[in-house]
C-alpha cells in the first residue's frame, strides 16, 4: 500500500543548481498535481497532469518544469534554482472524476541557499 | 473560475469544547468540496467531502461539515475537541468548470488547549 510516493524527502540547492523532485503513484490513478506550500499560503498548484501525455499550468509554474512519462510517474524539474523556491513541495493524485479525493505524498522539504 | 475562502489562520479551543473552522467557496457551477487534516510533517489526508448526495457529510475522528448554498459555506465541526485534533485543516474544491483542478485554502491550524 504504498499510495504517492515523493523523493527525496529533503535537499538542500544553491541557487543556480537544478534537480528533479520525482513523484510515483501505484492506485492507476489518471490525475497528477504538484503543489508548493509556503506558511500562510495554503497549497498552490504549480502543475498538473490530466491524463498520461498532457501536463497544464496551475498558478505558479514559473521556474520550473514537468514530465509525465507514465501513467504512475510525475516529474518536477527545477533549471535553475532560486531561494524564493524554498518550500515543502507535495505530488498527489486522484482517479480524475469530479467527486474524488487527492491522495498525497509525504513531501519534499527543499531548502535554496 | 474557483476559489476557497478559510476565516481564521489559527483557532484555539479548549479540550472538550467545539470545533468550528469555517470555509467559504466561490465557484460559478455547483461545487465539490472537500476537507483535508495536515499533521505535523506529513502530507494531507481526507477528512471528509461533499458530492451532493447529503447536505450534511459525516467524516473520520468525529468531524462532519455541512454544506449551506445559500451561504457558500461549507463549515467543520466537531462537538468536542481532542488533543490529537490539534492539526491543520484545508479546505478544498473541485467543479465542472475546472475539474481537473483541485484547489485549496489558505489553511486554519487548530491548537487545543489542554
Known amino acids: 500500500n504504498a499510495g504517492v510516493t515523493q523523493t527525496p524527502k529533503f535537499q538542500v540547492l544553491k541557487t543556480g543548481q537544478s534537480m528533479t523532485l520525482q513523484c510515483a503513484q501505484d492506485m492507476n490513478h489518471n490525475s497528477m498535481y504538484w503543489y508548493r506550500q509556503d506558511p500562510g499560503m495554503g497549497l498552490r498548484l504549480i502543475y498538473y497532469?490530466?491524463?498520461?501525455?498532457?501536463?497544464d499550468k496551475g498558478e505558479v509554474p514559473n521556474g520550473y518544469n514537468v514530465s509525465r512519462l507514465n501513467k504512475r510517474e510525475f516529474s518536477l524539474r527545477l533549471e535553475s534554482a532560486a531561494p524564493s523556491q524554498t518550500s515543502v513541495y507535495f505530488c498527489a493524485s486522484r482517479p480524475g472524476g469530479l467527486n474524488t479525493e487527492a491522495f498525497f505524498g509525504q513531501g519534499t522539504r527543499l531548502t535554496v541557499v | 473560475a474557483q476559489s476557497v475562502t478559510q476565516l481564521g489562520s489559527h483557532v484555539s479551543v479548549s479540550e472538550g469544547a467545539l470545533v468550528l473552522l469555517r470555509c467559504n467557496y466561490s465557484?460559478?457551477?455547483?461545487?465539490?468540496l472537500f476537507w483535508y487534516v495536515q499533521y505535523p510533517n506529513q502530507g494531507l489526508q481526507l477528512l471528509l467531502k461533499y458530492t451532493s448526495a447529503a447536505t450534511l457529510v459525516k467524516g473520520i475522528n468525529g468531524f462532519e461539515a455541512e454544506f449551506k448554498k445559500s451561504e457558500t459555506s461549507f463549515h467543520l465541526t466537531k462537538p468536542s475537541a481532542h488533543m490529537s485534533d490539534a492539526a491543520e485543516y484545508f479546505c478544498?474544491?473541485?467543479?465542472?468548470?475546472?475539474?481537473?483542478?483541485?484547489?485549496f485554502g489558505t489553511g486554519t491550524k487548530l491548537q487545543v488547549i489542554p
Open positions: 465557484s460559478s457551477v455547483p461545487p465539490y
Open positions: 478544498a474544491v473541485t467543479s465542472s468548470g475546472g475539474y481537473q483542478k483541485v484547489t
Open positions: 497532469s490530466a491524463s498520461e501525455g498532457t501536463t
